[in-house]
């Protein structure tokens, strides 16, 4: 079983719908959780950080988290043109410095 | 203005040689990191440095080596000994390392290499 699991996708939604990504995590130890934005050929940008259960909210982008079904996910709203790219989980156990990366979600949005 | 530096965003190697990668970091972090992406992979931890003059091996050490004399600075070598060097090159820095819970990284542009 893989310690980050993503959906590959492409996953494909119409211009200003709302796009749901999911990522599962083996270890229940894990504390803290983030979502990674990739363009093609670009590196990795942060959109968000959470820690604790329930719901963040920063803009368009919701992040969820429920450590009891060891899932988090990001939605974004209004999706737009703009927001196709991969989108990468990554998790942090409490006892590991590093961080364990999904493969990431291909998000296509069309106009 | 803060941010992550690398240098180059290119890099052609032939065979045999062994080719440094550079970052550099002016936000103040305190760990940094390497990493290679090849497609279909995801991201592979290559080292970390915690703090100056320590580092760790990630993942995928073998054929690299990094040293970190400045906070500001973490250069990655790919030695000759590393088989499959072309890759995309990531490096990337947090505030603080180790078993702190709040961990965000942040990456610098990259560097792709190509072994010719």
């Known amino acids: 079983q893989k310690e980050v699991e993503q959906n590959s996708g492409p996953l494909s939604v119409p211009e200003g719908a709302i796009a749901s990504l999911n990522c599962t995590y083996s270890d229940r130890g894990s504390q803290s959780f983030f979502w990674y934005r990739q363009y093609s050929g670009k590196s990795p940008e942060l959109i968000m950080s959470i820690y604790s259960n329930g719901d963040k909210e920063d803009g368009r982008f919701t992040a969820q988290l429920n450590k009891a079904s060891q899932y988090v996910s990001l939605l974004i709203r209004d999706s737009q043109p703009s927001d196709s790219a991969t989108y990468l989980c990554?998790?942090?156990?409490?006892?590991?410095?590093?961080?364990?990366w999904g493969l990431g979600t291909s998000l296509a949005v069309n106009p | 203005d803060g941010g992550i530096t690398q240098s180059p965003k290119y890099l052609f190697r032939k065979e045999g040689q062994n080719v440094t990668l550079s970052c550099e970091q002016n936000?103040?972090?305190?760990?940094m990191y390497w990493y290679r992406q090849d497609p279909g992979q995801g991201l592979r931890l290559i080292y970390y440095s915690q703090i100056v003059n320590d580092f760790q091996k990630g993942d995928i050490a073998e054929g690299y080596s990094v040293s970190r004399e400045k906070k500001e600075s973490f250069p990655l070598t790919v030695t000759s000994a590393q088989k499959n060097p072309t890759a995309f090159y990531l490096c990337a820095s947090s505030i603080a390392g180790g078993f702190s819970s709040y961990n965000e990284q942040f990456f610098g542009p990259g560097t792709r290499l190509t072994v010719l």
């Open positions: 936000l103040n972090h305190d760990a």
């Open positions: 990554a998790v942090k156990a409490g006892n590991n410095r590093k961080l364990i």
